[in-house]
């Protein structure tokens, strides 16, 4: 087994979700055997983010003395970008309190690498593209997470298997495969492409301890995979949101179809403008298609695992007709 896998009850972990992962829902996935996590920035000070960490180390260490299982390990995102000013304090909070597993975005340093690993925490990151991949691996991280096309947030545009193959072929750590994964099935198919471990996010909005917006839930219900949008229109970065929350906007399909950020102060009204987007326009993956309720984790952790190993089943059955 790599890394902590031998600690999980199914091989999945819980997406850093911006706006929408807090303590509960890291506390209640990590109770469940799969890995939660949470973006250093969802707290607005270092301060409240450290505040956070003890909160989730305090609850589940209550959680394994009460029931002498043990919990699986929880993560943080942190934002490894020039504009990021907090990166340096949060970094020394996750230091202070060993962190289990920090996820780097935008930017891969031997320097971070290297001290998560002085207390025996691993890195993961998040990459689109081979070339990314590559310096990460130089960067000496423990695992690559493959964003791959479908997924929500700022996705790749490559296909899964592709992705899989290219990083292989000179990284033997820990690989992540995120993109439309949903159930159980779809964890089981991301084992068997060559990743070890599924990242699910979007799955993950729509349960009762997320801090997403009913109306947000009720948007992933009623969407299909051609619902969602792939543009840059909303960061200036690509990423995938739901079309009916950027229609909401007043964002028309020509503005998201440019490759540039829409200025939110001369192309919408006063009012629009003054919103926040990331409140109000909602990013999601391809797979909602999947997705038709909101439930507590405990219960889609129970049902992810029934599914994973009826998929598994079903695979075994095959050698019987092909291992001749």
């Known amino acids: 087994m790599k890394d902590f896998q031998e600690n999980l009850s199914l091989p999945v972990v819980a997406a850093p979700m911006f706006l929408i992962s807090g303590p509960q829902l890291v506390i209640e996935c990590c109770k469940q055997g799969i890995v939660g996590t949470f973006p250093a920035l969802n707290q607005k000070t270092t301060e409240g983010f450290e505040a956070w960490v003890i909160e989730i180390k305090e609850a589940l260490k209550a959680f394994e003395e009460e029931t002498g299982k043990k919990a ?6 942190l934002i490894v970008h020039m504009t990021n000013t907090r990166l340096q304090p949060d970094l020394e909070v996750c230091i202070k309190h060993q962190v289990p597993l920090i996820i780097t975005s935008l930017g891969a340093v031997s320097q971070l ?5 002085g207390y025996g925490g691993k890195v993961y990151h998040d990459i689109i593209k081979k070339r990314h991949a590559e310096k990460a691996a130089e960067a000496g991280v423990d695992g690559l997470i493959l964003v791959a096309a479908g997924a929500g947030g700022h996705a790749g545009t490559l296909h ?11 990284f033997d750590k820990t690989i992540l495969l995120s993109g439309c994964i949903s159930t159980g099935q779809d964890v089981a198919a991301a084992i068997q492409m060559g990743a070890d471990l599924a990242y699910m996010g979007t799955r993950f909005i729509n349960v009762e301890e997320s801090q997403a917006d009913e109306g947000y839930q009720k948007m992933i219900i ?10 840059a229109a909303v960061s200036g970065v690509h990423g995938s949101f739901l079309r009916p929350s950027l229609e909401a906007m007043g964002i028309t399909e020509e503005m998201w179809k440019r490759s540039a950020k829409v200025d939110f102060g001369s192309e919408l009204d006063a009012a629009k403008a003054e919103a926040k987007a990331w409140k109000t326009i909602w990013s999601a993956g391809q797979g909602v298609t999947s997705i038709s309720d909101v439930v507590p984790v405990g219960d889609l952790v129970d049902q992810l695992k029934s599914e994973f190993i009826a998929a598994i089943k079903a695979q075994a059955k095959l050698l019987d007709t092909y291992a001749q």
């Open 72 to 77: 699986a390990p929880f993560g943080v995102n």
């Open 222 to 231: 009623e969407s299909g995979a051609e619902d969602i949008v792939y543009t």
């Open 160 to 170: 899964p298997m592709a992705l899989i193959q290219e990083v292989r072929k000179f």
């Open 113 to 117: 690498v290297d001290a998560v690993h």
